[in-house]
C-alpha cells in the first residue's frame, strides 16, 4: 500500500519524468504570479492557496490534466 505524498515537491518526484516536467512548469508559473501562493496536498493533488483582499482563492492541479 503507497501513501499519499505530504507534499509538492514529493508528489513532482513520484510522478513520471514527461509529466513531473510539466508539474514543475506549472509551479513555477503559478508561485510567480502568486508568491504568496501556500502549496498543499489536498484530495492526493497539488493544491496552492493564496488569500486575497476580497477571499480565498484554490486552484487544483488535476491528473487528468497534465
Known amino acids: ?3 499519499q505524498p505530504s507534499t ?8 513520471s519524468d ?10 513555477t508559473a503559478i508561485l510567480s504570479a502568486v508568491p504568496q501562493a501556500e502549496e498543499l496536498i ?9 488569500v486575497a483582499q ?3 482563492s484554490c486552484m487544483s492541479v488535476a491528473r487528468r490534466t497534465i
Do not use: D
Open 42 to 50: 489536498s484530495w492526493g493533488m497539488p493544491t496552492y492557496r493564496a
Open 18 to 27: 514527461g509529466k513531473a516536467e510539466r508539474l514543475r512548469l506549472v509551479r
Open 8 to 15: 509538492v515537491e514529493e508528489y513532482i518526484a513520484r510522478s
Open 1 to 3: 500500500m503507497s501513501t
Open 54 to 56: 476580497v477571499g480565498t
